[in-house]
Structures are given as structure tokens and as C-alpha cells.
T-cell receptor, first 115, second 114 residues
């Protein structure tokens, strides 16, 4: 199957700093990628839809100025958590799907810890 | 939005079959039923999907009720590596780009006993 890669897999940062997470589709092009957040023992929550060449679409309640999404190419989307605070500590996961496929392929996730 | 209901947790003995149920009484006629599973500290992985007919693949089988208001994921012989959270998802509305987005429910945490 198709492969989606996330980097880094784990990051620790100080409160007030910004963190960038990359999501790459390794063997296919993706005009759309999705970003999720998952707190411990909870389900995945869709944060936003990343669209290549246009603005991301954010789910209700997700601050777009806090979680900046850039989909610069057909194989790369980035999520930047700006001015991170301890409550932003979570597991962030991206997904993408080759054109015409019904299956979503997920990255391995990025665990963010904000001190 | 179509929603799914799954038991919070289930247990199975190793080498035995497991039937994971999912209720989706508000499913629309064009919703596909997808199953994914998430192992600890990993992203979800695809298991199987179907529309109306039962489906089989190397990982599992999917049995869909005739009225499509429920489905069951069947693992024929559970192994310890099958311990995970299993999510039943109805493919939700189109995103602006025309790609379907997923809305995850709470899922079923499967524990496999040796």
C-alpha cells in the first residue's frame, strides 16, 4: 500500500516556542491531506483538511492561527503549532489518499510534549 | 452526519475468532463502511471496507447486515499482535477538494489473551 511519512516522530519543546511537523506522501501525490490530534485514551479528532495550493479548511473549534497548515507541494503538508503551551501536548497524525482510492493512509504520528 | 456505535472494549483468547460489532443506523445509501485499527503509539492502519456485500481480505472479513444498519468485523484467528483499537468509520462528507474525510468514533479496544 501507499506510504505516508511523518517527521519528527517525537518532539519536546519549551512553552511559547513553535513546532513544525511534516507529513509526506512517499509514493503518491496527494492534493489533500488531513491532520488529526489524539489525546491519551481518546479517539482521533480531525483538525483540518490541507489542500495543495489553497488554504486549509479547519474543523469547528480549531484555531487556524494556532495551527498553521501549509501544503506546499503534492507530497508535503506541514503543521506548525505556534506558541505552543502544555495543553497542546498531544499525538498529531496526518493522513492522505491517492487520487481515486477510498483508503486513507496514515502517518505513524508525532508525539508533542510542551514543557 | 452518520455516526457509529461500538462497544468500548472486548476480550478474546488467542487463536480464537473475534467478532467486533458496529451499529450505524443512520447510514446513507452511498456511505462506505471502513474499518481501521490503531496499535499503541501508532497511526491507524486500514483493515477492510465495503458497501453492501460481505468482504474478505487477508486481514479480516466484513459482514454487512442486509439493511446496512450494522456491520461486523471478523478476525478469524486472533493473535497477540491484533490487540488494538478498532474503528468503524462511515465515510463522511466531501471535503472542499472532493476527497472524503473521516470522522472517528470511540472505537473498540480489543484485548487478546494468551
Amino acid at each position: 500500500g501507499a506510504v505516508v511519512s511523518q517527521h519528527p516522530s517525537w518532539v519536546i519543546c519549551k512553552s511559547g516556542t513553535s513546532v513544525k511537523i511534516e507529513c509526506r506522501s512517499l509514493d503518491f501525490q496527494a492534493t489533500t491531506m488531513f491532520w488529526y490530534r489524539q489525546f491519551p485514551k481518546q479517539s482521533l479528532m480531525l483538525m483540518a483538511t490541507s489542500n495543495e495550493g489553497s488554504k486549509a479548511t479547519y474543523e469547528q473549534g480549531v484555531e487556524k492561527d494556532k495551527f498553521l497548515i501549509n501544503h506546499a507541494s503534492l507530497t508535503l503538508s506541514t503543521l506548525t503549532v505556534t506558541s505552543a503551551h502544555p495543553e497542546d501536548s498531544s499525538f498529531y497524525i496526518c493522513s492522505a489518499s491517492p487520487t481515486g482510492e477510498r483508503i486513507q493512509y496514515f502517518g505513524a504520528g508525532t508525539r508533542l510534549s510542551v514543557l | 452526519d452518520a455516526k457509529t456505535t461500538q462497544p468500548n472494549s472486548m476480550e478474546s483468547n488467542e487463536e480464537e475468532p473475534v467478532h467486533l460489532p458496529c451499529n450505524h443506523s443512520t447510514i446513507s445509501g452511498t456511505d462506505y463502511i471502513h474499518w481501521y485499527r490503531q496499535l499503541p503509539s501508532q497511526g491507524p492502519e486500514y483493515v477492510i471496507h465495503g458497501l453492501t456485500s460481505n468482504v474478505n481480505n487477508r486481514m479480516a472479513s466484513l459482514a454487512i447486515a442486509e439493511d446496512r444498519k450494522s456491520s461486523t468485523l471478523i478476525l478469524h484467528r486472533a493473535t497477540l499482535r491484533d490487540a488494538a483499537v478498532y474503528y468503524c468509520i462511515l465515510r463522511d462528507v466531501w471535503s472542499t477538494s472532493g476527497t472524503y474525510k473521516y470522522i472517528f468514533g470511540t472505537g473498540t479496544r480489543l484485548k487478546v489473551l494468551a
